[in-house]
């Protein structure tokens, strides 16, 4: 289904001082073959679909009719009215060649009385559009842009389809747009993989955590909000949560990572920014969780008390997840990021969803402190959707820990990005940045551990192992004879460090302890 976002114009609007991304075909949606159809009267939907073109890559194809509109503006819109009340199919004079060969096809136009030209409903039944993603857009002069967008998909049913775009014709925006579906489409073709299986645990500080399935952030009729009678893709029932991976019992895992999806709060790009990435992750040797927090119409700060729920979860639940609770990382992609940015800006600590809905009555959970030893900001900024927030005296008031930034040089938001991870780093707080050359926003993992992965774990790797807080804390037993004795984060003696798995270890001696990561 469409999602016509109500938030798309902020998302958008930041993109106009942003210098335009290069053309350079096969970068989005995958590199399959894009199809940028459009009918144009007086020339401003041509100008979006130029841009398109140019973004993606895409073929242009221009639907022209066998018979001329007029060119007078009051005659074109008889013509157009009359056509539209007959429901009249004006011929095409071409086709399109190989449109079996496109599997993404741009379709555009500008909005006639209230809805698309008739003319694209002879487009829309020229062509099998079965397996093909349309993206709609239009260009209109004051109203019917949502009309014309869903017009445009219910031509086109046996599509599947992503987000729409319309304008007065200005191309701004544009970018940020393509940026945006590229994300969308990353996740409706990613395969549909990877989520838990498992039971559904509910939000306790007693018994024992589980090792796969789903852990609701809240009880079911207990979740402080400030939105009322919300309706989204989640649907009235819907529980905040999150998914559990984790490593096997034989590994020593060097710490957790929470993993907020991106998708502009008005989805989760869950598969390619959620499940992916906690399967590159595991691997390497982290407790994963995936958070499915609120997205629009709720606010950011509700989906920030989401977050605070998972990390208090995980830390409460260091002990079953073998993890010292210092070594707690969020990693966010996009909106995702922004939302580990707020998170750690206002949300750290005790505070708890009472300050926002003043009737929230805090439970057990509520009493763990919120603490991230590490954020990765994948093509994300603190700050909010489409606005980066580079105040050097608020971000070092904040307290920040280290941030690991990743974007690609292709990214709408690329200078955002930078300016944001200057600022945090004058505001002292230690940063590592990654570019990446080509890549556009929504990357994902970018489809193997050596895009960024792979340095990610070294980074995680030695703040984890500089954590002073050692799980070597608890009263570990002792040596009697004074040598050094090697335990797991479990406590358990490790006879031969040479031969046990990679991860955690704890060196004990009579001089005292220190942790280490094999
Ligand atoms: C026949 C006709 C009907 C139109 N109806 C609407 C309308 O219902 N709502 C609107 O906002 N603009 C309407 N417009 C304005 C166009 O949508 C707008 O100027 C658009 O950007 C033109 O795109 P084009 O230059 O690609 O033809 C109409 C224009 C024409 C010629």
């Excluded at 590994?251 to 999806?261: D, Q």
Aim: negative net charge.
């Amino acid at each position: 289904m469409l999602l016509f976002l109500a938030c798309a114009g902020t998302w958008l609007a930041a993109c106009a001082s942003e210098p335009g991304a290069s053309a350079r075909a096969g970068e989005y949606f995958d590199g399959r073959r894009v199809l940028v159809a459009y009918f144009s009267w007086s020339g401003n939907t041509q100008r979006v679909a130029q841009e398109i073109g140019r973004i993606t890559g895409g073929d242009l194809f221009r639907i022209e009719p066998v018979t001329p509109y007029p060119t007078d503006y009051t005659e074109c819109t008889e013509v157009a009215l009359a056509e539209r009340d007959s429901d009249a199919r004006p011929a095409i004079r071409e086709t399109v060649a190989d449109f079996d060969d496109y599997d993404v096809v741009f379709l555009g136009c500008p909005v006639w009385w209230h809805t698309a030209p008739m003319i694209i409903a002879t487009f829309a039944e020229s062509y099998d559009f079965e397996g093909k993603t349309v993206v709609p857009f239009c260009t209109y002069a004051s109203t019917y842009r949502d009309e014309t967008l869903q017009r445009i998909a219910d031509l086109t049913p046996a599509a599947s389809h992503l987000t729409g775009f319309g304008s007065t014709g200005s191309v701004s925006g544009v970018q940020s747009w393509i940026d945006l579906i590229n994300e969308e489409w990353n996740e409706q073709n990613a395969g549909g993989s990877g989520s838990v299986g498992g039971g559904v645990a509910e939000p306790s500080v007693d018994g024992p955590a589980p090792m796969e399935g789903t852990v609701n952030l809240w009880r079911a009729g207990d979740i402080p909000a400030v939105t009322q009678g919300a309706s989204n893709s989640d649907g009235p029932d819907f529980v905040p949560n999150m998914e559990v991976f984790t490593v096997d019992e034989s590994v020593a895992p060097k710490g957790a990572v929470i993993i907020c999806p991106g998708g502009a709060f008005v989805f989760r790009s869950v598969q390619a920014e959620g499940y992916d990435v906690a399967h590159m992750l595991v691997p390497m040797g982290y407790q994963c969780f995936v958070v499915n927090y609120r997205i629009v119409p709720y606010t950011m700060q509700e989906s920030a008390l989401d977050l605070q729920r998972a990390i208090r979860y995980v830390r409460a639940h260091a002990a079953d997840y073998r993890i010292d609770p210092a070594d707690i990382a969020l990693v966010g992609f996009s909106a995702g990021g922004i939302l580990n940015g707020e998170v750690l800006l206002n949300w750290r600590g005790l505070a708890n969803a009472s300050s926002l809905v003043p009737s929230y009555q805090p439970d057990e959970l509520d009493n763990v402190p919120v603490e991230a030893c590490a954020v990765g900001m994948i093509y994300a900024f603190y700050g909010r959707l489409s606005v980066s927030m580079n105040d050097v005296e608020t971000l070092r008031a904040a307290d920040l820990p280290p941030a690991f930034y990743c974007w690609g040089s292709n990214d709408g938001f690329a200078g955002q990005f930078r300016q944001n991870s200057d600022a945090v780093r004058q505001a002292g707080c230690e940063t590592e940045v990654h570019i990446l050359q080509g890549y556009p926003h929504g990357y994902g993992t970018g489809g193997s551990p050596s895009v960024w992965g792979n340095d990610f774990d070294a980074f995680l790797t030695r703040v984890m192992s500089g954590n002073a807080s050692g799980i070597a804390a608890p009263a570990l037993p002792t040596d009697d004879e004074g040598t050094t004795v090697v335990y797991d984060t479990s406590g358990r003696i490790v006879d031969d460090l040479s031969t046990a798995p990679s991860g955690v270890y704890i060196l004990r001696s009579a001089t005292g302890s220190r942790k280490i990561l094999k």
